[in-house]
């Protein structure tokens, strides 16, 4: 399905990646895991760049699963050593992204099941409602909390999301937890 994946480009202007049929991309707070979740989704230790500090994916990084079908890593928010209306923009790179895809066709936003949802969480979340994406939400990281206190995590988590926890996919790419499903999703989207 996805085990297929291969690193395509590194690009830092989104307007120079060319056409897709298909995309997937996935954003969220810097640290929160994403390249980690690309990595588990497509069954590979090295190909995103994971780091134990934030910030480590500082480009837009294009992952092919078959020719023009791609997921795109994101650099994570919240971290950009940059001005302040440049994070409230939650950066220039992110953006231009998001508003220049035509065939983007689900942004997954990637919480951190500790730290999240953060305020960066809160306004990327409701930039996607009000411009009217597609999108799906995905804490990971929910090995950290534990089965005991996860119900209690959940319901913190979809009160302040005003969502159910069936609307949400609770992951852990380091425990590979609900990996599968998560997988069968993207494969359909981008019809692989
Ligand atoms: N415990 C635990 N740690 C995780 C999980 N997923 C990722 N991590 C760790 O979280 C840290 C950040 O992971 P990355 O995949 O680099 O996060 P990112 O969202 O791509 O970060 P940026 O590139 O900075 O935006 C790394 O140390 C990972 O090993 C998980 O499911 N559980
Ligand atoms: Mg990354």
Redesign the pocket.
Known sequence: MLHAAKHLMTETDALTLGESEVEVSFV?R????????INALCEKTKMAH???V????RTINVYEIRPYRWIV?L??YG?AAGSRSEKAALGPMIETYLTSREHLCRVFV?LDAVAGPTKLDILMINWLIHNAYPFNIIV??I??VGPSGLEARKKEITGKLALQPADIFWV????NIEIETLRKVIAKLLGV
């Open positions: 969220g810097s640290n929160a895991g994403k390249s980690s979740l994971v780091s134990q934030p910030g480590k994916t890593d650099p994570g971290f990637i990971n990281k090995d950290k852990s790419s380091k425990k």
